[in-house]
């Protein structure tokens, strides 16, 4: 005869047994851990906190230079000084030059080379 194990049967791990209904769940699943220094979450690569202002939105605004009003994409990252300057260009050209300052400024903020005021990296989500 064998002895038994004391690491349970040789036939594997007991199955487990779903907790009772209304037993709380352990403080670990109760919810994810939120970084009050990054509310939106951090860069992968940088470790960078997100900015609260979107990409997606920024861009969006920004091509309505297609339109003649370039600038409020800008105006929406907090950056109303160049926003101003590319109102009154995109007037004083009679919206040519908004077309090119708009399509131009919208792929660099799609393409992530366009940071908010305080320096951080726009996040993806709307």
Known sequence: ?????????????APQQPPPAGY??????QGAYMD?????????????PYSDKSKIVAGLL????L???????RI?????????????VGILTCTVGAWIWGIIDAVLIF??????????????GA
Do not use: C, W
């Open 1 to 13: 005869m064998t002895e038994p194990s004391p690491f349970g049967s040789d036939q594997g791990p």
């Open 24 to 29: 709380p769940f352990p403080p670990q699943y």
């Open 36 to 48: 009050p220094a990054a509310p939106f979450g951090r860069h992968p690569v940088t470790g960078e």
């Open 62 to 65: 920004q091509l309505l230079g």
């Open 67 to 73: 339109l003649g009003i370039v600038g409020i994409g």
């Open 76 to 88: 929406y990252l907090g950056d109303t000084k160049l926003g101003v300057i590319q109102l009154i």
């Open 111 to 124: 393409t992530d080379n366009v940071r908010d005021p305080q320096g951080r990296p726009l996040r993806d």
